[in-house]
């Protein structure tokens, strides 16, 4: 433990210790799985509170939403205050929220607690930086690549997770033993993780309004900000109304067989590494490209599931999640390459500004999607994904034309 208890600088200079490195993925990952818990267990969600589809649609909006406010609010804080405490501090209110969210007695409450859960499942943005900042140089590519996976896994395997979990013991269950994880995190990360030397003595304030002038002097940024936040409003859509399209006429599935469909976020996984090499060797101009045209293909592909049977349908949806999904996925890690390079020393809040476009995204097609699914059904879901997708495709493509950087 003794290695554990030094500084970050201290430590650093070390090979970290695989300990330390697996609690890092499995913190970034069950904290960023909190955003997602609910999605699969909408269906049975709303009929257990009588609520309509659009008030459980509210759930992830919200969800989304304090996600993308956290970004902007808290994510500059790693740099004015020790990481840990941070970390620390926000484990300790995402345990609460999700504990509030098992028990909630109606809908209100339930959805303030799905904001509390977003705004506190910001510490996978901080976890992040503090596995950059303590890995040594010639092994940081390495140890941040393996928490990001970390990240990813828990994107992936939360849906499927809180479908089983909400099938076989309610979904009220699947909040507290998500609560009960995120306790346990908190208690390693207490032993385990060392403390950060604050980077700035910047004041609050003087932090936003850096991030303000870092928007406003890249347009590259701006750019990519505005194509991954359109893409995650298609990804956001679908995943959203899923359960509740399932859950009705042809299918009539539970929440198992819609958390089931989270495994197409395999590709995802995959998408990470292979995008990284294909940015490296042709640039990550084409990876974005290429992505966003492969997620508005695999939405559109959708529009033929009511001329196929039941059985065929669900072939082909998940067919196009396992096709968006790495599309999307490859598009982020490519993005990611661009607004790192803009400015090394303000990657933090530039990430933080890029992400914050993304979750904008994600509140706003949960919302759109879930009020055109009451209107149009899933041929409205399935279009505003679509056109979402093809814009963000227009935007990357109109960024190439000009050169504008």
Do not use: C
Request: aromatic share 8%; hydrophobic share 55%; glycine share 12%.
């Amino acid at each position: 433990m003794a290695i554990m208890q030094t500084t970050h600088a201290k430590l650093g200079a070390h090979i970290l210790p695989a300990s330390l490195i697996l609690l890092l993925a499995a913190s970034a990952g069950f904290s960023v799985a909190s955003l997602y818990y609910s999605q699969p267990m909408l269906g049975v969600l709303g009929a257990d509170m009588h609520a309509s589809d659009r008030m459980v649609g509210l759930v992830p909006t919200l969800t989304q939403l304090g996600y993308a406010l956290g970004i902007v609010l808290l994510a500059p804080l790693g740099d004015r205050y020790d990481r840990r405490t941070i970390i620390l501090i926000k484990a300790g209110l995402l345990t609460l929220a999700l504990l509030s969210s098992g028990l909630a007695p109606g809908m209100p409450w339930l959805l303030a607690a799905s904001l509390v859960i977003g705004l506190s499942a910001t510490m996978a943005q901080d976890i992040v930086p503090a596995a950059a900042t303590l890995a040594p140089t010639t092994a940081r590519g390495k140890i941040v690549g393996t928490v990001m996976t970390g990240l990813l896994l828990g994107i992936l395997l939360s849906r499927v997770i809180s479908g089983l979990g909400a099938e076989q013991f309610g979904w009220r269950a699947v909040y507290v033993a998500a609560a009960g994880s995120i306790a346990l995190i908190a208690v390693a990360t207490w032993r385990g993780l060392p403390h950060f030397q604050p980077t700035t003595q910047l004041s609050y304030g003087a932090l936003l309004g850096s991030m303000t002038g870092l928007w406003r002097q890249h347009a590259a940024l701006r750019q990519a900000a505005y194509a991954q936040g359109l893409l995650a409003v298609g990804f956001s859509a679908f995943w959203s109304t899923l359960a509740v399209m399932l859950h009705g006429e042809p299918f009539h599935l539970g929440s198992a067989a819609a958390g089931a469909f989270g495994l197409a976020g395999a590709a995802g996984a995959l998408a990470a590494p292979l995008a990284g090499r294909l940015a490296d060797r042709r640039g990550p101009e084409l990876v974005t490209r290429l992505g966003a045209g492969l997620a508005a293909v695999s939405f559109a592909t959708m529009f033929l599931a009511p001329l196929v049977p039941a059985h065929v349908q669900l072939a082909l949806i998940v067919a196009s999640a396992v096709g968006f999904d790495f599309g999307i996925q490859a598009t982020l890690v490519a993005h990611q390459t661009m607004v790192f390079g803009i400015d090394p020393g303000s990657r933090s809040r530039l990430n933080a500004l890029l992400f914050t476009g993304m979750f904008v995204g994600m509140a706003a097609g949960a919302a759109a999607g879930s009020l055109l699914f009451s209107q149009w059904g899933w041929t409205g879901v399935v279009m505003l994904a679509t056109t979402a997708s093809l814009s963000a495709l227009g935007v990357r493509l109109i960024r190439h034309q000009t050169g504008k950087t």
